[in-house]
């Protein structure tokens, strides 16, 4: 099982970026799906997950501006970063959760600077 994780770069205070993150392989019943981050020198902490049926939950510091959502027949999830602040800098990790099995995708970085 592998997760390929994209759409990080570089953007402007303000801006808005995208990543999405597919699974390949033998990966069935996915129950959680989450981003997380890690910013140089801080812990990996949860941006946003989202369950199977579609409960939802945001880090304080990113509601009212990120969006988390899936597609299952996919096997992907995605993470819509509006209204980005230098804050927000820092490699996105995805994982997913299935059969009681852990899968973390290889990151992306994000770096919102003028």
């Known amino acids: 099982v592998q997760l390929q994780a994209s759409g990080g770069g570089l953007v402007q205070p303000g801006g808005s970026l995208r990543l999405s993150c597919a699974a390949s392989g033998s990966i069935f019943m996915i129950n959680h799906m989450g981003w997380y981050r890690q910013a140089p020198g801080k812990q990996r902490e949860l941006v946003a997950a989202i369950t199977r049926g579609g409960s939802t939950n945001y880090a304080d510091s990113v509601k009212g501006r990120f969006t988390i959502s899936r597609d299952n027949a996919k096997k992907t999830v995605y993470l819509q970063m509006n209204s980005l602040k230098p804050e927000d800098t820092a490699v996105y990790y995805c994982?997913?959760?299935?059969?009681?099995?852990?899968?973390w995708g290889q990151g992306t970085q994000v770096t919102v600077s003028s």
């Open positions: 994982r997913m959760l299935a059969s009681g099995n852990e899968y």
